[in-house]
């Protein structure tokens, strides 16, 4: 017991000396002097107690059987994992949402001519992994919301099938329409490819795993080696995330057990074409049956073919059929009221659900918050309560579009909106580098707890390793830790992009790279020869996660700050700026090598290549309601940073400051949401409306001018400086209440 | 005939207008207004002579078996060529020289450990092209001088087998001490990567062509499309170039029948150890046996496996013999004497011996040189005789090192020291775009041509098609033809780098893509489908290189400039002073990363890669010889330039003054040439020591400061400050006599 005492001293005399030389000179963000003592011997503590044992248990467990939604054994991770919050004290609910999950009832992949070809659609099992012997249970390959579908037309390749890749097709005067496309993953999210081919006219759309992006070419193949065999098939949703997430059948409020829901096919998210995801073993005799012109070099992937277009002389048949059923969504909602600020609420949350076992993805992120909670659990049944309440999550039905989450948030939106002050999502996990994404507006206050939290492998701070990533790999050297801008993928997206909520993204990764995603082979027995077999980086991830859950939740003045939000937000505009010139020269300089026949000259005569069409002239944007904004929220950001450090010893807790904080994020959103898509709400940040998970700032105006709608842009950009104004006016009241 | 004469007038009026806006406000350069006048009626009766058909027929008749050094169908082909020149009305000689030229006995190669695998090494005949089954006159897939060797060890990949590669395996501790490599084709000149294997400890090397750079990824293979099927062999001289070319027992001196030989175990330029060309179906089950680190992902090739470095676990032996006998090299030198200035040549050459049957390589070019002296012949004995004397060569044995036209630059330096104007050399050639490079004192001059020879697809100037092409890939638009610095790769080298006569080496290309390439498959029926079917770019080569050669013939004062070439330098001397400072902070970054240890912290501890070793410090140069020597150059380059102009009309001929112009580019030679190479002596252009064929300019600072010869790199600081001294001096003297 002395032992344990004189320890923990040392070890947070350690910790404070560490802290203070780091980072720390300006006091724990958020906290006075004397709350930051005590939190940091709390986090101290907290280390101690975070067991990697755990994680492995509770991940054997969790992904012994195939749990995709609706599934017996995603039951029984649900109610797992509601009995360990309970057990350690938390008020635990399990939520139940009714949301449309459609799943194969048919699968047929056949090319028909020039020679027959049946695809397998199979993933056999491998030797070493018994999880990949339970394929009963299993989803085979497909991507949800397809639609059912009974399609034949020659095959076309069109490379990633991103709106670039139609260019290709064009100059080449090549056509999809009613064509059948075969795109490989990658490139954009996997429901970009359906999404833009329908667009253009395609009746089908194929998507396969290319072994030069995800597969031999990467590395060796599972069992040898993590990477993607032949195999291996990437399933996912293909829903229209980036207009809206969540259940199709109740666009924007709770898929609860009475909702009014629309009907199938009035749904504006499901896809338009069917669309199946295939292997690189399917997908060869296809790729090798097509003739036509030869592929540009950029699109050759791994295999051992000439790459060719099309269209033809391949013909394929595919059928596909789901049972379009609405299935249980499980929240797992575990509370922990706050002992002084129960009306404000940290959320922390990972989804439940996977495609298969998902070891990785999500059970390695699960297990890491499990710890966290088990151990903010025990702290607070110690007598460390936190001042505000701790909310943790266990989302159900993420894969197929965040439905758990988003039925969650769209029920609940009121509650949120009055008491969330931040959320912080984690999902799958590995071994290596912190990445970490969220609202620049709390990137100060997490780079302290990249600072203070050791890398597992090297002793030095994850900061520190990280940083030596960015300059080894010739970037610039990070005076911070700077947090990318979040676009989708995971369940922050309803919290921060519909609500304007803070979010972060949290997981370690860069040294654990495979191909198991969304496959038959993301099991236990894979996740600890490849990934992170001792846990260790679980760990920090539950260090990580914990430290800004147990800050936010305890410090006395919420830790926003604004001066690192609007650099950042600086050099947004610096881009958007930049692009429209960029994108004017290029114009230009199009229309006059095609009016010069200089591109005339250089078209090989026995090449089928057109000439292109001229390119529309891109205006000179007024951008000074951007920058008069951006003005005043210097002003503001630079105002507020002063009263912090004025009254850094004197953090007295002010609810009224707290609340005027909490809603700067939600100043960054508008009622009307971005055009054409309601539902993001969030004016700074959004997933790509052409790049789905890929993030666009500053969304309406960018892809606007990305997408040559100039009268938009320039109303985007009216919009956009009403924005920056609200903002400054919000950080302005905070400022006035400081002083 | 009067409807000929007033279409030639009219067509003479159109070149003569189109001249004058296009590029000639000054004139012809070297032409007084009355003799171009004369020159451009003589130059449309000329284009107006060539004939496709010619190229075609001779092609046929040429390629129609394989004709390699010593071959029987070699001697016919030379008698065939000197034949033509004589009834052309050519003086013309058949020069012998006896030279090293090593053919194989028996290749063996096999893999005997993890499992047994025999190469097939054969190229087997294709459907539709007769020329393939002519299996037994070919010479196998081999490579000429590496030594006879019965070697067994390990496999090492190297990817392409340069010295930035053997720095990735040093990053993951592997030697190839006592292994056998592998080695991709490309990168460099294939004889590099058997020197710097050997230099690094190898037994032996095994080149092969991997299907990304040269394969299915770049199109459909033959016989659907041109590219390499899996069964096509690259052969190819790996004799150490760099360090000299021409007959390796004669090294300097010509390969006469009376020449004192060397021993072959004392030839300096024979590989050092056994080295095999493999196709890609011969490499595949060797590639797919290595084990070992998973190589770095730029050195995936196309095949479909894990590309791992090894060493092992398979085993090969490579077992190689070779007659070693000497061969005749036949020379055909066909002479049309000069009727004003007999004792000043300007040469024009082109090899006629191939690897098997060599359509593309060498005959495209040789017909094309056939052809243009045809005419020549022709327009000679209609009365339109050159002024000075024009020798037309058809080179042997230049496959394997230059050496017919080496031997024979050796045999008559003297004499061609002092009578040498330039030499102008052509080789395979295609359909495209017009490539030249050359010596940038005649720059300006070929400039000219290029804005009148019209592209026969696109009916613009194949300078304006070029130029196109230049703008369309993003390069700057150019302002006049900018010739490229000639490295090493056909039979300029001994005129260019060992003489210092003023040379080009002209061709088309860049719409005529392929993989036969010194193969089996460099047929007629292939050139006929793939490369330039109709000749219309092989007679326009006659164009390009007959204007060049008639010019240089015909001209009052010879056209050099110094201009061109003083700009031109001038980048280069900003390149290697800009070499010098991005190394330097390349090496302190390097070494301060290592020092504070943050390549340490970016190790994966699961990987065995260990830590660099420290750079060296690279010293801050004294380059003012450098730059005194290029403040001399541009003032008397300047001055001539005022003097051509002011003397433009009045270009009388001046033996004197045409002797110094000559001499110029002689005097960018040194006659104890480059460092541990005094074979090449010119000190603006070589080819690399490690890059073969890829030039060096400033080669002797340039290759010191790469290298990390520090001390001699300013040694050569030195010596380039005086080559420019002497080089201005002789300019100068020029323009004084001009005045």
């Given amino acids: 017991m002395k032992l344990t005492t004189s320890f923990l001293l040392i070890s947070m005399l350690l910790t404070l000396f560490s802290v203070e030389v780091n980072s720390q000179k300006d006091g724990l963000l958020g906290f006075s002097a004397e709350s930051a003592a005590n939190q940091l011997e709390l986090e101290n503590q907290f280390d101690e107690l975070l067991k990697a044992e755990?994680?492995?248990?509770?991940?054997?467990h969790l992904s012994a059987r195939p749990h995709h939604v609706g599934s017996p054994y995603d039951k029984v991770v649900v109610d797992f994992v509601a009995a360990k919050f309970r057990e350690w004290g938390f008020e635990t609910k399990i939520e139940?949402?009714?949301?449309?999950?459609?799943?194969?009832k048919l699968r047929s992949l056949k090319m028909i001519g020039p020679e027959e070809f049946t695809a397998s659609l199979t993933e056999p099992p491998v030797p070493g992994d018994l999880s990949s012997t339970q394929t009963e249970e299993a989803l085979p390959g497909y991507n949800a919301f397809s639609p059912d579908g009974d399609v034949t037309a020659e095959l076309v390749f069109v490379n990633y099938g991103i709106p670039a890749d139609y260019e290709e097709l064009e100059k080449r005067g090549i056509s999809v329409e009613g064509k059948i496309v075969i795109a490989k993953y990658q490139g954009s999210w996997r429901g970009i490819k359906p999404k833009v081919a329908a667009e253009k006219g395609a009746i089908g759309c194929l998507i396969y795993?290319?072994?030069?992006?995800?597969?031999?070419?990467?590395?060796?193949?599972?069992?040898?080696?993590?990477?993607?065999?032949?195999?291996?098939?990437?399933?996912?949703?293909?829903m229209d995330m980036p207009f809206a997430p969540g259940d199709p059948l109740t666009p924007g409020y709770g898929a609860t057990a009475d909702a009014v829901r629309l009907e199938i096919e009035d749904a504006p998210t499901l896809t338009k074409i069917p669309v199946l995801p295939i292997s690189y073993h399917d997908a060869l005799p296809l790729l090798r049956a097509l003739g036509g012109a030869v592929a540009p070099s950029s699109w050759n992937g791994g295999l051992p073919i000439t790459y060719h277009i099309g269209p033809g002389p391949a013909i394929v048949h595919l059928k596909l059929e789901f049972d379009w059923q609405l299935k249980p969504a499980y929240d797992v909602i575990a509370t922990l009221k706050g002992s002084t600020l129960p009306d404000e609420w940290v959320i922390r949350g990972n989804h439940h659900d996977a495609w298969v076992h998902g070891a990785a993805d999500p059970i390695s992120g699960l297990v890491a918050l499990m710890e966290e909670a088990r151990v903010v659990g025990q702290l607070a049944r110690q007598g460390q309560?936190?001042?505000?309440?701790?909310?943790?999550?266990?989302?159900?039905?993420?894969?197929p579009g965040l439905l758990g989450s988003t039925e969650w948030v769209e029920t609940h939106a009121e509650e949120l909106k009055t008491k969330a002050v931040a959320y912080i999502n984690t999902d799958g996990t590995g071994r290596g580098y912190l990445g970490a994404g969220g609202s620049h507006t709390l990137e100060k206050f997490f780079n302290q707890i990249t600072h203070v939290v050791q890398d597992p492998q090297k002793g030095v701070s994850v900061f520190d390793r990280r940083n030596a990533?960015?300059?080894?790999?010739?970037?610039?050297?990070?005076?911070?830790?700077?947090?990318?801008?979040?676009?989708?993928?995971?369940?922050?997206?309803?919290?921060?992009?519909?609500?304007?909520?803070?979010?972060?993204?949290?997981?370690?990764?860069?040294?654990?790279?495979?191909?198991?995603?969304?496959?038959?082979?993301?099991?236990?027995?894979?996740?600890?020869?490849?990934?992170?077999?001792?846990?260790?980086?679980g760990v920090t991830l539950a260090k990580v996660a914990g430290r800004t859950s147990l800050r936010l939740a305890n410090a006395d003045v919420l830790p926003f700050e604004f001066?690192?939000?609007?650099?950042?937000?600086?050099?947004?505009?610096?881009e958007l700026t930049k692009m429209a010139d960029d994108l004017r020269d290029k114009s230009e300089r199009h229309n006059q090598l095609l009016n010069e026949g200089i591109y005339e000259l250089t078209l090989d005569p026995k090449e089928s290549i057109v000439l292109p069409d001229p390119k529309p002239e891109v205006p000179f944007f007024n951008?000074?309601?951007?920058?008069?904004?951006m003005a005043q929220l210097k002003k503001q950001s630079k105002a507020y940073a002063s009263k912090i450090k004025e009254s850094a010893d004197s953090n007295a807790q002010s609810n009224e400051l707290n609340q005027l904080l909490i809603n700067v994020e939600r100043a960054m959103t508008r009622d009307h949401?971005?055009?054409?898509?309601?539902?993001?709400?969030?004016?700074?940040?959004?997933?790509g409306f052409y790049t789905g998970y890929g993030v666009k700032t500053l969304p309406g105006v960018r892809e606007a001018i990305e997408e040559g709608s100039y009268v938009e842009a320039q109303e985007q950009i009216e919009i956009l400086g009403e924005v920056l104004v609200h903002l400054s006016k919000q950080i302005e009241k905070a400022v006035q209440l400081k002083n």
């Fill in 54 to 60: 755990n994680l492995d248990q509770w991940m054997k």
């Fill in 96 to 104: 139940r949402f009714d949301v449309l999950f459609p799943t194969p």
């Fill in 209 to 238: 795993s290319d072994p030069k992006d995800d597969g031999y070419h990467r590395g060796d193949v599972y069992p040898v080696g993590p990477f993607k065999n032949e195999h291996g098939v990437q399933r996912g949703s293909v």
């Fill in 385 to 399: 309560h936190p001042k505000r309440t701790m909310v943790y999550c266990a989302w159900g039905a993420e894969e």
């Fill in 469 to 537: 990533s960015e300059i080894v790999r010739g970037r610039k050297k990070w005076q911070h830790f700077e947090l990318s801008a979040l676009g989708s993928g995971s369940d922050y997206s309803p919290f921060f992009q519909h609500l304007g909520i803070a979010s972060f993204n949290l997981g370690f990764g860069g040294e654990s790279s495979g191909g198991e995603y969304h496959t038959m082979y993301d099991s236990y027995e894979l996740y600890k020869r490849f990934k992170d077999p001792d846990f260790v980086y």
């Fill in 563 to 574: 001066e690192h939000f609007t650099n950042t937000v600086d050099g947004y505009v610096n």
């Fill in 623 to 629: 951008f000074a309601p951007i920058h008069n904004g």
């Fill in 673 to 687: 949401g971005l055009p054409r898509r309601p539902w993001y709400k969030h004016h700074i940040y959004a997933p």
